[in-house]
């Protein structure tokens, strides 16, 4: 083996709750309230979600804003999943490319 390739979201960190919050940001900059729980969503297309909460007309606004909040907490908030850190430093212990 040469290197593994990881994912973020949801294998080396727990996202789901960052990517609610920043929903919620975003959607309150705008002045828009959401009007179920946006953990059902959790998992589609951000672009398919912005629709589904807003409508086609302003979806493009509401994903890029989401986006860039949710840039912003992933650097400030986002944990390593349990021995997420561990496992990457022994891949690169043992001579593993890891991205």
Not at 8 to 32: P, Q, S, V
Not at 39 to 53: C, N, P
Request: glycine share 6%; hydrophobic share 40%; charged share 30%.
């Amino acid at each position: 083996m040469e290197g593994v390739i990881f994912d973020l979201d949801g294998t080396l960190a727990n996202t789901a709750l960052l990517h609610k919050k920043a929903w919620e940001i975003a959607l309150n900059r705008i002045g828009e309230k959401p009007t179920f729980d946006i953990t059902i969503l959790l998992g589609r297309k951000t672009i398919d979600i912005a629709k589904i909460l807003i409508g086609e007309d302003r979806a493009d606004t509401l994903a890029s804003l989401k986006t860039e909040i949710y840039n912003s907490l992933i650097k400030e908030e986002a944990k390593p999943t349990e021995c997420a850190k561990e496992l990457v430093n022994k891949l690169k212990d043992n001579g593993i490319k890891v991205a």
